[in-house]
Nanobody, 125 residues
Framework: QVQLVESGGGLVQAGDSLRLSCAAS????????MGWFRQAPGKEREFVAG????????YYADSVKGRFTISRDNAKNTVYLQMNSLKPEDTAVYYC??????????????????WGQGTQVTVSS
């Protein structure tokens, strides 16, 4: 079955950077768009960034545009989220997810079929 394992979260100060990784297994990774979402306490899960299967296109939530960069290495079955200029409002559990079908893309949680367990990112002011 599909398995996604996130890593790289932690506690940082405002203005710092973090790089999240998500290692995927159990699927033909290079055929699937990938996404990063986050969920803060008491809030709904929200889209952060997405990347199409061949990395030809990337897309971001307005709140992270210009600060976060999503990338992927299909040889390593891994997707990354580079987060710069972190703000306290970026504090959340971050999840990676696969699109629900090959060669499919979107930014709603309903467009994604498999999810990782999440990694905590905490940004102190």
């Amino acid at each position: 079955q599909v398995q996604l394992v996130e890593s790289g979260g932690g506690l940082v100060q405002a203005g710092d950077s973090l790089r999240l990784s998500c290692a995927a297994s159990g699927l033909p990774f290079s055929r699937y768009s990938m996404g990063w979402f986050r969920q803060a306490p008491g809030k709904e899960r929200e889209f952060v960034a997405g990347i199409t299967w061949g990395a030809a296109s990337t897309y971001y939530a307005d709140s992270v545009k210009g600060r976060f960069t999503i990338s992927r290495d299909n040889a390593k079955n891994t997707v990354y989220l580079q987060m710069n200029s972190l703000k306290p409002e970026d504090t959340a559990v971050y999840y990676c997810a696969t699109a629900k079908a090959p060669y499919y893309t979107g930014s709603s949680p309903s467009n994604f079929g498999s999810w990782g367990q999440g990694t905590q990112v905490t940004v102190s002011s």
